[in-house]
């Protein structure tokens, strides 16, 4: 039986390097791409293929597809879209060009890459695409709007492949995770000091009692809501173990709940639990 293979973007930490880490252990042949060469670096010497691939750079993406396709004899069974940025900050507070930006890495770089690599598995008759969603995809809370924007953007785009793809043989599947364990918090720093002056804002009382101090917080001390990244990686190997995968697999308990409350609670009622939240 010949060996499976993936690529996955955003494997520097987090869901991608533990997703990364597990296939291998279970014989895929797995390229964890980074945006960093860096990191890319890291985990050659780890004994990964590592391309690299940046949602930002058009030309690392077709460098990078073409860096795999070369390895595979111009195959590839499964990719697994993961890497993005956070930006916390509230919808008043962002300027278009931080949402244009927060789009292009969190959505545009993805849809980049899933054309790309749509030929290649229509060719040989088979795929599976996975798209890293989250529970903000489901529902959204105060200060996260522009990374709910993206997700929920995917959600659609997602659900529409799915459709149009239909009798391909090519799988979209939505793996949605919530509260994760992993370096993402610490990493939407930068955007955050670039793009939102909260000094002159609305909400700086919010900023500096509540949202920085989050931000900031390198106690190491875990959301009690948070599940490990190994989680998030054991829901990817179902959705690409399974004969016929499920449209979503949902990671942590808060987005089961989220999916709950969108379906069975009036619009007030979900936006009442949010704002207590």
Known sequence: MAQKSILITGCSS??????????????????ASCRQQADCDTLRAQGFDS????????????????????????????????????????????????????FESNLF?????????????????????????????????????????TK???????????????????DIVLIEPGPVTTDFRRKAIPYFEKWIDWRNSP????????LRKRLYDDSGTPD???????TAAAQVLRALDAQRPYPRYFVTPVTYIARFLRRVLPDRAVEYVLKKT
């Open 51 to 102: 391309p690299r691939i940046d949602y930002c750079d058009p030309d690392s993406i077709a460098s990078g597809l073409a860096e795999v396709l070369a390895a595979t004899g111009g195959t590839l069974d499964a990719l697994f879209n993961n890497g993005a940025h956070g930006l916390a900050g509230a919808v008043e507070d962002l300027p278009t060009d931080a949402l244009r930006d927060i």
């Open 224 to 230: 009690p809501f948070e599940r490990p990244a190994s």
């Open 203 to 210: 909400h700086r009382a919010m900023y500096e009692n509540t």
């Open 14 to 31: 987090g869901i991608g390097l533990e997703t990364a880490q597990v296939l291998r252990d279970r014989g895929w042949h797995v390229f």
């Open 109 to 149: 770089g993805w849809h980049d890459l899933t054309r790309a690599v749509l030929p290649v598995m229509r060719a040989q008759g088979h795929g599976r695409i996975l798209q890293c969603g989250s529970v903000l995809g489901l529902t959204t809370m105060r200060w996260r709007g522009a990374y709910s924007a």
């Open 152 to 170: 929920y953007a995917l959600e659609a785009l997602s659900e529409t492949m799915r459709i149009e793809l239909d009798g391909t043989g090519i």
